[in-house]
T-cell receptor, first 110, second 116 residues
Framework: GQNIDQPTEMTATEGAIVQINCTYQ??????LFWYQQHAGEAPTFLSY????GLEEKGRFSSFLSRSKGYSYLLLKELQMKDSASYLC???????????FGDGTTLTVKP | DADVTQTPRNRITKTGKRIMLECSQT?????MYWYRQDPGLGLQLIYY???????NKGEISDGYSVSRQAQAKFSLSLESAIPNQTALYFC???????????????FGPGTRLTVL
């Protein structure tokens, strides 16, 4: 089976930096997704990591360590609109589907 | 225009009723998925399909059935709805790793279902 762990809630201040961690245990690991989901809305794709290292995309970066079963999403220069749930999802080789963590609800305060 | 659409967007029904949720996509993706989301939780996979003749059970398929009528359409049915099926339901599509290198998923807007 798969086990995906993320913190349930985090709070940060506008303009600051926040790091959301995700740890996983799975066989046949292929890659790791991060999705953003605003309350009552659909998840939207943020990033996908296959290889170890940091992928930067504007204010958002995602890191993966395959050997440690660990990823994080780094959000810089936080804005109020970044208040949302962030879902970590693991993709397995030849499975054609992803398994989602329960998500981390981020609240950005002024 | 939305690439993945779901109907209805909201539905209130009674215990024991049969309900069908519809999903359509114009993305041309072969792979389609149905998820449910309960408050404060992640997405749980109900069923998924890789093409018109392919149906696969997900983590929580009991009490649900699906139909893949065409590449663009994937319907979810609750044969006899019960209150603990009250949830937000999402349809998603994916191009598949063979085509796009990843199985990134693209979600519809969701259907909020309440079973009384």
């Amino acid at each position: 089976g798969q086990n995906i762990d993320q913190p349930t809630e985090m709070t940060a201040t506008e303009g600051a930096i926040v790091q959301i961690n995700c740890t996983y245990q799975t066989s046949g690991f292929n890659g790791l997704f991060w999705y953003q989901q605003h309350a009552g809305e659909a998840p939207t794709f943020l990033s996908y990591n296959v290889l170890d290292g940091l992928e930067e995309k504007g204010r958002f970066s995602s890191f993966l360590s395959r050997s440690k079963g660990y990823s994080y999403l780094l959000l810089k220069e936080l804005q109020m609109k970044d208040s949302a749930s962030y879902l970590c999802a693991v993709s397995r080789t030849n499975a054609g589907k992803s398994t989602f963590g329960d998500g981390t609800t981020l609240t950005v305060k002024p | 225009d939305a690439d993945v659409t779901q109907t209805p967007r909201n539905r209130i029904t009674k215990t024991g009723k049969r309900i069908m949720l519809e999903c359509s996509q114009t993305k041309g993706h072969d792979r389609m998925y149905w998820y449910r989301q309960d408050p404060g939780l992640g997405l749980q996979l109900i069923y998924y399909s890789f093409d018109v003749k392919d149906i696969n059970k997900g983590e929580i398929s009991d009490g649900y059935s699906v139909s893949r009528q065409a590449q663009a359409k994937f319907s979810l049915s609750l044969e006899s709805a019960i209150p603990n099926q009250t949830a937000l339901y999402f349809c998603a599509t994916s191009p598949g790793r063979e085509l796009a290198g990843t199985d990134t998923q693209y979600f519809g807007p969701g259907t909020r279902l309440t079973v009384l």
